[in-house]
């Protein structure tokens, strides 16, 4: 048994999981890659790479071929021959690693591709460049733990085990959101993020920069946005930090050059005192914020409700038609540092109360007929998917929900313009059973909870359930009770990390290896995940490739008790 499994054995872990399940699958396979390609086939033949191997490669897949040339050179200081072939000269040869387009027809999507491993050499097939990224990602988990690394053993042995695959993912949005507004990641914190992913196979990375904890985003006319909005403060002095236009540019094309598309979100209504302490006219208080003395510790979690210490949650106002113009030029600024077609904005947590006390939002309800505070969000956020479906954009949000039943809700609105619902609680089913599309993200998704009952991370609040990896591995995104047709809704599903209480030095160590089991739940439905034992091995087996490239694995801590699972 693998110290992976015996430690979580240990603290009953696995108990959420069919106790059979727990050992290896009835027929395992003797490779250890996450996700676990679809269908594979075990041969005889193995390959070894050599000095003397080529890259062959078709032109579209030139960025891939060259990953792969790099991973030799960096890991093993080989020099691999690349060589681009025509279309209709694709034939493999002897002694080499070849990367081929196909037509489409042969694939399911252009994420699908084809990967075949023999005595002659390694052959990656695929309809599209995303499925020759994926295929070398699966490459480099066949090979050798050390092909991540800078310098490979003296002797090493580049060897390709024997077999072929044929894979495709079960979804088209695998993803992950990582909250920079509470606390900060800095740049180089973000590519190792995208690394991660990449090497999972994972797809989308949804970019959480507004929160009533910080404005993370520099917007040029609005600039007291950083100067004011950018900051915790912890009773040890203020924290600052956001990101420039080049660093976002920067980050952009890091993740495109993984096959990753950012969807950045700006939190509206709600969850937007940070933008409110600078621009205090876009809330309905409208009036100046009176920032605290942080040498003070007001409340339990100070630096975390520096914006709110007022005990009011200032949001935007929907009567307000400043707030529009505002958005409007955020969003126009917004619009060279984001290609991608879909935009999260927010939706959730907005507190009762305000609105109804205030002159211009209820001005505006009077003018159009909005009976409350629910109808009032509902057509504020409509308004905002309009004025984005105008430059080109389609929304995402959390999904707002009436009377604010967010755990058990019973309507879900939908803001038009074919948008996207983000489940985050209890309403995917009835988002498709409403003809919407949505992206599947409920509580065993969210990895900011702790990954072990008495796992000794940062402190929390006693509210906060903690998340074993068997749960995530157990979810399927797809709800029952749905038709076929219903079920074509469900585009996907991601990993949520808020980080009001996770700091930058502790997040991998925090999410990983959980992370290894959400990717393998986007890319192979629930009928395929048949043996958590054999996942839990190929975990074991990763770890020391992940921490190759400087991402470290929770385990946890043998006969500790509660009192010590908030602190190291």
Not at 320 to 337: G, P, T
Not at 417 to 446: D, E, F, T
Request: glycine letters at 6%; a negative charge; proline letters at 7%.
């Amino acid at each position: 048994m693998n110290r992976f499994i015996a430690s979580l054995l240990s603290l009953g872990c696995l108990l959420t999981a069919p106790v059979d399940s727990v050992h290896a699958a009835s027929s395992p396979l003797p490779i250890s890659v996450v996700p676990m390609p679809a269908d594979v086939n075990m041969t005889d033949e193995s390959y070894e790479v050599t000095s003397q191997t080529t890259i062959l490669f078709a032109p579209e897949f030139a960025d891939s071929a060259q990953t792969i040339h790099d991973m030799f050179s960096r890991a093993g200081n080989i020099d691999l021959k690349m060589t681009e072939v025509k279309e209709d000269e694709q034939e493999a040869k002897d002694n080499s690693i070849c990367l081929f387009k196909k037509s489409d027809e042969d694939y399911a999507t252009t994420e699908s591709y084809r990967l075949a491993s023999n005595a002659k050499g390694v052959t990656i097939s695929a309809s599209g460049p995303a499925g020759a990224f994926y295929g070398t990602q699966t490459l480099r988990q066949l090979l050798p733990d050390y092909i991540e690394g800078t310098k490979a053993p003296l002797h090493p042995y580049w060897i390709v085990p024997g077999l072929t695959i044929k894979d495709t993912p079960a979804l088209g949005w695998r993803g992950a959101m990582l909250d920079t507004s509470r606390h900060f990641h800095p740049v180089d914190q973000l590519k190792k993020f995208l690394d991660g992913m990449a090497l999972l196979k994972l797809n989308r990375f949804h970019w959480h920069l507004t929160d009533n904890q910080g404005w993370r985003i520099q917007i040029d006319k609005y600039p007291k946005l950083t100067e004011l909005a950018a900051m915790r403060a912890p009773v040890n002095g203020f924290v600052k930090g956001y990101y420039d236009k080049n660093d976002i540019k920067d980050i952009v094309a890091y993740a495109k050059a993984r096959y990753i598309e950012v969807i950045p979100e700006i939190e509206i209504p709600a969850h937007s005192s940070a933008c409110m302490a600078a621009y205090p006219e876009l809330s309905c208080k409208s009036v100046p914020f009176e920032f605290p003395d942080p040498k003070k510790k007001c409340g339990e979690f100070f630096d975390t409700w520096y914006y709110e210490l007022e005990k009011e949650s200032r949001h935007f106002c929907a009567g307000n038609e400043q707030v529009y113009s505002f958005l409007n030029d955020v969003f126009d600024e917004m619009l060279d540092l984001f290609p991608y077609g879909i935009w999260h904005i927010g939706g959730d947590e907005r507190p009762d109360g305000v609105w109804s006390k205030c002159p211009k939002c209820q001005d505006r309800m009077k003018k159009n007929n909005i009976k409350d505070e629910h109808d009032l969000q509902e057509w504020m956020m409509r308004r905002i998917s309009d004025i984005l479906a105008s430059k080109g954009k389609t929304v995402i949000s959390w999904g707002c929900t009436r009377d604010q039943k967010y755990y058990n809700p019973e309507y879900v609105d939908n803001l038009g313009n074919n948008s996207i619902v983000l489940n985050w609680h209890g309403y995917a089913k009835m988002a498709c059973q409403n003809g919407m599309r949505c992206v599947n993200a409920c509580s065993p998704m969210y990895i900011d909870y702790p990954p072990f009952e008495n796992y000794p991370g940062f402190e929390r609040p006693s509210w906060m359930p903690f998340c074993p990896i068997s749960s995530i591995y157990q979810f399927d995104p797809i709800p029952e009770g749905l038709t076929p047709e219903q079920e074509k809704l469900i585009i996907g599903t991601q990993v949520c990390i808020w980080c009001e209480f996770l700091p930058t030095d502790e997040l991998f160590a925090w999410i990983y290896p959980r992370m290894l089991a959400a990717s393998e739940v986007a890319w192979l439905p629930k009928e395929k995940r048949d043996s958590y034992g054999d996942f839990c091995r190929r975990v074991d087996d990763l770890e020391v490739r992940f921490s190759f490239i400087g991402i470290p694995f929770a385990h946890p801590v043998v006969g500790g008790n509660k009192g010590d699972q908030h602190r190291r």
